[in-house]
């Protein structure tokens, strides 16, 4: 198996186990889970209304890319996706802090996201 389609599974596995762990729909909120395999973006987010205000984000964005790295853009849960992407196989120096700038990237590595 090539390093891109591990890489797919490994995510893919990791956001389904995180939306099979939550709830589907809770006082009003519903949780869903885009799997763009063409992209490679593969997203957790919820939509639906509390207390009267529209909630829409993305709780957990994940990106693919063709050369094989792959991107966290996003994790807003108390789970540490990255460290359990990691920890399934996807190697450190393929494994990008996306919401870091560039600079700060270049200087540090995933295993200080898992700090």
Same mark, same amino acid.
């Given at each position: 198996?090539?390093?891109?389609?591990?890489?797919?599974?490994?995510?893919?596995?990791? !956001? @389904?186990?995180?939306?099979?762990?939550?709830?589907?729909? @809770? $006082?009003?909120?519903?949780?869903?889970?885009?799997? %763009? %395999?063409?992209? =490679?973006?593969?997203?957790?987010?919820?939509? =639906?209304?509390?207390?009267?205000?529209?909630?829409? #984000?993305?709780?957990? *964005? /994940? @990106? !693919?890319? &063709?050369?094989? &790295? /792959?991107?966290?853009? *996003?994790?807003?849960?108390?789970?540490?996706? =990255?460290? &359990?992407?990691?920890?399934? #196989?996807? $190697?450190? $120096?393929?494994?990008?802090? =996306?919401? @870091? %700038?560039?600079?700060?990237?270049?200087?540090?590595?995933?295993?200080?996201?898992?700090?």
């Amino acid at each position: 198996m090539d390093k891109v389609t591990k890489y797919r599974n490994i995510i893919k596995t990791a !956001l @389904q186990d995180v939306y099979d762990f939550a709830p589907k729909e @809770q $006082d009003g909120i519903t949780n869903h889970y885009v799997k %763009d %395999d063409e992209s =490679g973006h593969y997203i957790l987010y919820q939509t =639906g209304h509390r207390n009267h205000k529209w909630i829409y #984000g993305a709780f957990i *964005h /994940v @990106q !693919l890319k &063709e050369n094989g &790295e /792959v991107w966290l853009y *996003h994790d807003g849960t108390n789970l540490k996706i =990255g460290d &359990e992407i990691i920890s399934k #196989g996807v $190697d450190e $120096d393929d494994f990008v802090i =996306g919401w @870091q %700038d560039p600079d700060t990237r270049a200087a540090v590595k995933a295993a200080n996201y898992r700090a």
